[in-house]
């Protein structure tokens, strides 16, 4: 059964960095176009960065762009988050889901993790 696991959320002061992992089991992440995106209280889910599957290339949203990186490893079968520079904006449960196809729409991602809750406060 395809499967992903988020891990690496967490309570971090605004200008600190976390990393988000994303581990799949039972499929190639390789082959998949990997999501991150986000939820917080009382807003909609939204994209947070994406990379594809033919060539590595990533989407940012604007909020993001310059303070998080989505990269792939391969070998591990994983895909990471990186976020600097963190603002209080940025709380939310995080989730990275999988496609085949390129797309920054979460209507187009039929794979989920669970989620990890990133918190910034002071």
């Known amino acids: 059964q395809a499967q992903l696991a988020e891990s690496g959320g967490g309570l971090v002061q605004p200008g600190g960095s976390l990393r988000l992992s994303c581990a799949g089991s039972?499929?190639?992440?390789?082959?998949?176009?990997i999501g991150w995106f986000r939820q917080a209280p009382g807003k909609e889910r939204e994209v947070v960065a994406c990379?594809?599957?033919?060539?590595?290339?990533?989407y940012y949203a604007d909020s993001v762009k310059g303070r998080f990186t989505i990269t792939r490893d391969n070998a591990k079968n994983a895909v990471y988050l990186q976020m600097n520079s963190l603002k209080p904006e940025d709380t939310a449960f995080y989730y990275c889901?999988?496609?085949?196809?390129?797309?920054?729409?979460?209507?187009?991602?039929?794979?989920w993790g669970q989620g990890t809750q990133v918190t910034v406060a002071s």
């Open positions: 039972g499929f190639t992440l390789e082959y998949n176009t």
């Open positions: 990379i594809s599957s033919s060539d590595s290339s990533t």
């Open positions: 889901a999988a496609a085949l196809t390129s797309s920054q729409y979460a209507t187009n991602y039929p794979y």
